[in-house]
Nanobody, 122 residues
Framework: QVQLVESGGGLVQPGGSLRLSCAAS????????MAWYRQATGKERELIAG???????HYVDSVKGRFTISRDNAKNTMYLQMNSLKTEDTAMYYC????????????????WGKGILVTVSS
């Protein structure tokens, strides 16, 4: 089993920045692909960024150029640097990991964190 714990969320003003972290523990050797998802109130959960074991990345158009996904395998941690935040970025953000390198591309992740709230508001 793998446990994922998100941190770094909170309240930020529009135009501000936050960095989310996702710490993995347990059977971490089984992890290859990782990703960040988010779910706004009244909306479906959506993939926003994915990263493979070799750090190849993918972003959805709404966050390209503003968000950066990265991972530090030595620390068993994934990050999401979020810049130029907009009110529409307000959501619960979820960390996910999977045995497959690109499972995030088909929405089939094996492990999920409990989520962390990001609120963008003035």
């Amino acid at each position: 089993q793998v446990q994922l714990v998100e941190s770094g969320g909170g309240l930020v003003q529009p135009g501000g920045s936050l960095r989310l972290s996702c710490a993995a523990s347990g059977n971490i050797n089984s992890i290859n692909g990782m990703a960040w998802y988010r779910q706004a109130t009244g909306k479906e959960r959506e993939l926003i960024a994915g990263i493979s074991s070799s750090s190849r990345t993918h972003y959805v158009d709404s966050v390209k150029g503003r968000f950066t996904i990265s991972r530090d395998n030595a620390k068993n941690t994934m990050y999401l640097q979020m810049n130029s935040l907009k009110t529409e970025d307000t959501a619960m953000y979820y960390c996910a990991a999977s045995n497959g390198d690109y499972d995030w591309a088909r929405g089939a992740m094996d492990y999920w964190g409990k989520g962390i709230l990001v609120t963008v508001s003035s």
